[in-house]
């Protein structure tokens, strides 16, 4: 009886540091957690908007990360997810709502939208996400990826397109998700920030600016 007990004991004790040693991963675990990511803030332009209209599509992404789980890649390229967390949304809808809050967030454009229900864009901006995912190297924290490819264009002109890479690296500060995600949150603001600046520019000379700059407030004509 005892020695039965010794084994049923030893067995418990190896599933339990099995399972805390590899719980991050257990992706049977149902998300407990949901995390956010911001756009970049607003800033006060110092000119007028263009007159221009944008639509941001949905993104395409690479094969995997079509999902609200939150990819974490492995040093021998397998691909695996977090346990119990989960982004608010779909990373293509996470990735066109953060592009189209920070391109609102500019005011440089006369409108920024994400379909074609309302009104009839000048531009299209469509975003081709390559990679989205926190990667390990070996032990310790990882290091997120985040590999955007956009193409910017005058609606049915071909002619006009521009294509605009935007990769960032982010290093986690610890081995955990409050760590991993705060470093997602960075490479996508930076990879954000890459694309506002080239479609500011396009926009820009493509389209032109409708009016002279702003008048600081509280002066007179």
């Not at 006060?44 to 993104?59: C, I, N, S, T």
């Not at 994400?114 to 070996?138: H, I, K, M, S, T």
Request: proline share 7%; with cysteine; glycine share 8%.
């Amino acid at each position: 009886m005892r020695s039965s007990f010794k084994c049923w004991a030893g067995a418990l004790l190896v599933s339990l540091v099995a399972g805390c040693g590899g719980s991050l991963f257990k992706t049977a675990i149902p998300a407990s957690q949901t995390y956010q990511l911001t756009p970049l803030a607003a800033d006060a332009p110092a000119v007028a908007p263009f007159d221009a209209l944008l639509l941001v599509g949905l993104p395409v992404v690479a094969p995997g990360l079509d999902s609200e789980r939150i990819a974490v890649l492995h040093p021998d390229r397998r691909l695996d997810y977090f346990a119990g967390s989960q982004w608010g949304a779909p990373v293509p809808e996470v990735v066109q709502n953060i592009v189209v809050a920070s391109l609102q967030n500019t005011g440089r454009m006369r409108g920024v939208q994400r379909d074609l229900a309302n009104f009839r864009p000048d531009f299209v901006l469509q975003l081709d996400v390559r990679a989205f995912q926190a990667e390990y190297a070996g032990g310790g924290a990882p290091r997120v990826r985040v590999d955007i490819i956009a193409t910017i264009g005058r609606l049915n002109d071909r002619s006009s397109m521009l294509s605009i890479p935007a990769v960032a690296l982010e290093q986690a500060d610890a081995n955990t998700l409050t760590a991993v995600t705060a470093a997602f949150d960075k490479a996508l603001q930076s990879a954000v920030r890459t694309l506002l600046a080239n479609v500011i520019d396009y926009v820009g000379r493509t389209k032109g600016p409708t009016a002279a700059p702003l008048k600081p407030s509280g002066t007179s004509e």
